[in-house]
């Protein structure tokens, strides 16, 4: 089954705790994006990236940090996690060529920094 | 930049009648893309309808149709014969380009619920 596979579903962590969300496609996608979705202001993208080793700056990056060692993973990483960044987080994937279809998402994860 | 804007944070239907939910976006591109994402308590995204800015005919899927206004800058979105399933939050967004692999941007969402 084609499908974006996002690990924790849940998870709540001390302010400064290190942490990395997974994300794993088995698509063959070239495009990986994380976005952040918060009450009232939609889903805004953190970073993404274009292909291996090729990743840039969305709207929020601020506190977070990915890699794109891998084709198929993207991981969300927050070295020194804070209260704000408490919020809904998803993975996403798309193949760059063709008529675009909108993203295929991971099934989310729900993070709580305390 | 792009914008997409959602004016109703929140709207209810009665089950079986229609409700059409809003968007507008602002874009000084010509070619580009929209959707529309359900997105359950499961809180799994789900792609609705998409609508192809060069072409006039609007999209329709079911019982979701769009109303897309490309000088209006408008792409509302129509559920015909809702049904309690239907209950998500639902958010516009717009893709600019001809391509894949570019950015999807959002709306603020419309949470819906259909009441029996």
């Known amino acids: 089954e084609a499908q974006v596979t996002q690990n924790p579903r849940y998870l709540i962590t001390v302010t400064g705790k290190k942490l990395t969300v997974t994300c794993s496609q088995n698509?063959?996608?070239?495009?990986m994006s994380w976005y952040r979705q918060d009450p009232g202001l939609g889903l805004r993208q953190i970073y993404y990236?274009?292909?291996?080793?090729?990743?840039d700056k969305g709207d929020v990056p601020e506190g977070y940090k990915v890699s794109r060692k891998e084709k198929r993973n993207f991981p969300l990483i927050l070295e020194s996690p804070s209260p704000n960044q408490t919020s809904l987080y998803f993975c996403?994937?798309?193949?760059?060529?063709?008529?675009?279809?909108?993203?295929?998402f991971g099934s989310g994860t729900r993070l709580t920094v305390v | 930049a792009q914008t997409v804007t959602q004016s109703q944070p929140e709207m209810s239907v009665q089950e079986a009648e229609t409700v059409t939910l809003s968007c507008t976006y602002d874009t000084s591109e010509n070619n580009y893309y929209l959707f529309w994402y359900k997105q359950p308590p499961s809180r799994q995204m789900i792609l609705v309808i998409r609508q192809e800015a060069y072409k006039q005919q609007n999209a329709t899927e079911n019982r979701f149709s769009v109303n897309f206004q490309k000088a209006a800058k408008s792409f509302s979105l129509k559920i015909s014969d809702s049904q309690l399933g239907d209950t998500a939050m639902y958010f516009c967004a717009f893709m600019k380009g001809v391509g894949s692999g570019s950015r999807l941007t959002f709306g603020e969402g419309t949470q819906l619920t259909v009441n029996p």
């Open positions: 698509m063959n996608h070239e495009y």
């Open positions: 990236s274009m292909n291996v080793e090729v990743t």
């Open positions: 996403a994937s798309s193949p760059i060529f063709g008529k675009p279809y909108g993203y295929t």
